[in-house]
């Protein structure tokens, strides 16, 4: 396993050239597979990354407990049979220093630092329409231009900031869980605070709590979490698993979630079940640990009636282990379907509130009403606090992209167009844009499919795309208004078939204020929406306007 590097200075590499083929956005899964295939063409490209290393994601959420619920030999490249044999996981769920790690041996391995340039964050994008190219800057003052743009900016990637007064008066420490600092933060003998109770404050309150003198969560919504069931990695199992690789890529490009490793996605109804044999089912689901409670019974995330059975499941589970009773049924999520909003994966979480140095505090029924110089105001109760961590989560979908000043044909600005909500075709381009390509963007299946595996799929569909520009002598495509119109439509209306608008969550915008209220992944599943990008690039691009 090879140590992380940090990164090179801005500027680094560079030298005076100012002319590109690609310019990429963003130095995570996404950016550093789509420099490795832009390197295979003999294209020239750059990379710009914010943070003084590559890793995206798993760069910035350095918080205690931070690791990914997705199997580690599913959560990682496949382009590479070599790589994905050479590389050792040391645990089921890898935590994320060795994701980080792993992501910097791809790096290397493949020598793509070269071509990386850290410490910069692009700050505008602006289509020239006499020269067909963007023009990039960056705050260190660079200008460049490249014919192709690829934003490979993430989906959770821009943090949501502090959304309560008086963070400048607080005398003790604030951090987000999206911004942790590098080095080890010491919580013995701390009074902690935690707002927000998704997957960042699930993973990290365990542990916290070991440490601090107190911890107060604020919960404003309580959240479904399934016990992840991580371990140091089974030789046997690896062994199975990387003889079977290539097999199980293929299957896993061929689901809908991307993550079929130990359980298969289940294909029947759950009314064509029995009670007992629904119950089987999600014992085995709950004893997998994971996410695999996504593929139990094709109906789950259209039925609220199923739904509530797996839900009530879920619940009884939680009063399970929670001693005090009222505590249990304030963590019990009530009101909104199971899965609606993200599920979670923990070690120990709802325990945690069983520890005499723990209290939960319902911020639904009185709200936080800003940050004082000693700790948290809640209605009329100062909570004093040493440490206040805002496990507040993201800007997700289109956050990291509306926070570049990015314009198109006209001089029309994506905050522009997106103003009621972000449109695409497949999510990967934006009518007006014309070769700004977006990696697993709003309207297509993002984060409800393995992520490496979506990035993956969506640099390999834009490396076709712009080989078959260059090799059809076209200079330009664009999504056409009419393909884009039809797309939305359908993301909207498969949505709309589902129970996720009955969530309040991030996957509609809900949790940024002001934010419109639209379904932002494709909820269409992975197979049928690679089939429609498939078809497009067959029919010379349908839906495209090549030019
Ligand atoms: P999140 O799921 O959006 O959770 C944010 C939490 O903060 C929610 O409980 C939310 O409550 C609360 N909150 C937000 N704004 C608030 C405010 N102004 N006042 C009080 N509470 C507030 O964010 P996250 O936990 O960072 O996770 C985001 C996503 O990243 C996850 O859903 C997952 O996809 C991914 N992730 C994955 C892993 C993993 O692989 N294990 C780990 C971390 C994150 P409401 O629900 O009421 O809005």
Not at 37 to 47: K, Q, Y
């Amino acid at each position: 396993m090879s140590t992380a590097k940090q990164g090179a200075p801005a500027g680094n590499g560079a030298g005076a050239r100012t002319e590109y083929d690609v310019v990429v956005i963003g130095a995570g899964f996404a950016g550093i597979y789509m420099l490795h295939r832009l390197r295979g063409m003999g294209l020239s490209a750059r990379l710009y990354e914010a943070g003084d290393g590559a890793g995206g994601t798993w760069y910035w959420n350095r918080y205690p407990g931070a690791a990914c619920d997705i199997e580690s030999l599913e959560y990682s490249y496949s382009f590479s049979e070599e790589l994905q044999q050479e590389w050792k996981w040391s645990t089921r769920f890898a935590r994320q220093p060795e994701i980080l790690a792993y992501i910097n041996h791809v790096v290397d391995r493949f020598e793509l630092r070269r071509d990386m340039q850290f410490n910069t964050r692009v700050t505008a994008a602006v289509f020239d329409e006499a020269a067909q190219r963007w023009r990039v800057s960056t705050d260190q003052g660079e200008r460049i231009s490249a014919q192709f743009c690829v934003m490979a900016t993430g989906c959770l990637s821009a943090p949501k900031p502090i959304e309560y007064p008086g963070a400048q008066d607080f005398g003790g420490r604030i951090f987000h869980t999206a911004h942790w600092p590098k080095e080890p933060v010491d919580f013995s003998g701390q009074r902690v605070g935690v707002v927000g109770t998704g997957s960042s404050a699930i993973q990290c309150i365990p542990l916290i709590a070991e440490q601090a003198a107190h911890l107060h969560v604020f919960q404003r919504t309580p959240n479904f979490s399934v016990p992840a069931g991580n371990r140091p990695m089974d030789p046997d199992y690896e062994r199975s698993v990387k003889a079977r690789y290539a097999a199980l890529r293929h299957k896993e490009f061929h689901s809908d979630a991307g993550i079929v490793a130990m359980l298969d996605p289940q294909t029947q109804s759950a009314l064509q079940a029995t009670p007992e044999e629904r119950q089987r089912e999600y014992e085995t689901r709950w004893q997998a640990g994971g996410l695999y409670f996504y593929g139990s019974y094709v109906d789950l995330l259209v039925n609220r009636e199923v739904n509530e059975e797996l839900a009530e499941f879920a619940r009884r589970k939680i009063r399970q282990k929670v001693r005090d009773p009222q505590v249990a049924e304030l963590l019990c999520p009530k009101g909104y379907p199971f899965g609606a909003k993200r599920i979670c994966a923990d070690t120990g979480y709802f325990e945690t509130f069983n520890r005499d140095n723990v209290s939960l505090v319902d911020i639904r029924k009185t709200p936080i009403r800003g940050l004082t110089r000693k700790g948290l105001q809640v209605g009329d109760t100062e909570y004093p606090l040493d440490c206040v961590i805002f496990a507040t989560g993201f800007d997700a979908m289109t956050g990291a992209l509306l926070n570049i000043d990015i314009r198109g044909r006209g001089g029309r600005t994506l905050r522009q167009k997106w103003a009621e909500g972000p449109r695409t075709y497949l999510g990967l381009m934006t009518e007006g844009f014309p070769n700004l390509f977006i990696t697993t963007g709003p309207g297509s299946p993002s984060v409800l499919f393995n992520m490496v595996l979506g990035n993956e799929y969506h640099v390999n569909w834009i490396t076709d795309c712009i080989a078959y520009l260059r090799s059809h002598g076209r200079g330009a495509i664009d999504a056409t208004a009419g393909a884009e119109q039809d797309w939305c439509a359908h993301v909207n209306a498969v949505g709309e078939q589902t129970l996720f608008p009955q969530a309040n969550s991030w996957y509609l915008g809900d949790n940024v204020p002001g934010k419109p209220r639209v379904i932002l992944p494709y909820l269409g599943g992975f197979r049928a929406y690679s089939q429609k990008c498939e078809e497009s690039a067959a029919r010379d691009y349908e839906g495209f306007a090549l030019s």
